[in-house]
């Protein structure tokens, strides 16, 4: 099995635990400052994880390009964040997380019309069933 493979598996286990997680944090908890809490933890993990990779040197490295494209990635992470913290305080997390989850089509209709991937009809296919899927789930 190839790393990004093991790698993308743990993104789910851990996209998994934080519905949970995050819907028991936030009763009672503005969802503002539940995804501030959230952020300064993800904040401080990575940082971590750079200094323990020493990643830090090659920052100097980056292009104009990639802080732009970086930045309007991390404000579409803390929106989306927002969005999710705010469903999860009146919503169940079992219909919430598979409604989130529609950012998997979505991602896959923008990879291909953004950046230019193809995808086979199977591909195409499974995100058809991701979407069939998760509205199944959310509206059942």
């Not at 896959?108 to 953004?114: E, G, K, N, P, T």
Request: charged content about 10%; proline content about 4%; hydrophobic content about 60%.
């Amino acid at each position: 099995m190839p790393d990004w493979m093991l790698f993308a598996l743990g993104s789910a286990v851990c996209a998994a635990l934080t519905a949970i997680l995050a819907k028991i944090g936030v009763q009672g908890v503005p969802a503002a400052l539940a995804t501030f809490i959230r952020t300064a933890v993800v904040l401080g993990v990575t940082a971590l994880a750079v200094c323990l990779r020493r990643e830090w040197a090659q920052t100097g490295r980056l292009d104009s390009r990639a802080w732009t494209f970086l930045a309007l990635s991390g404000i579409a992470t803390a929106l989306s964040w927002l969005c999710y913290f705010r469903a999860l305080q009146s919503g169940p997390a079992s219909i919430v997380a598979p409604i989130d989850k529609l950012s998997l089509p979505l991602a896959i209709v923008l990879a291909v019309a953004v950046l230019g991937e193809r995808l086979t009809a199977g591909q195409w296919l499974g995100a058809g069933l991701m979407t069939a899927g998760a509205l199944l789930v959310a509206l059942g």
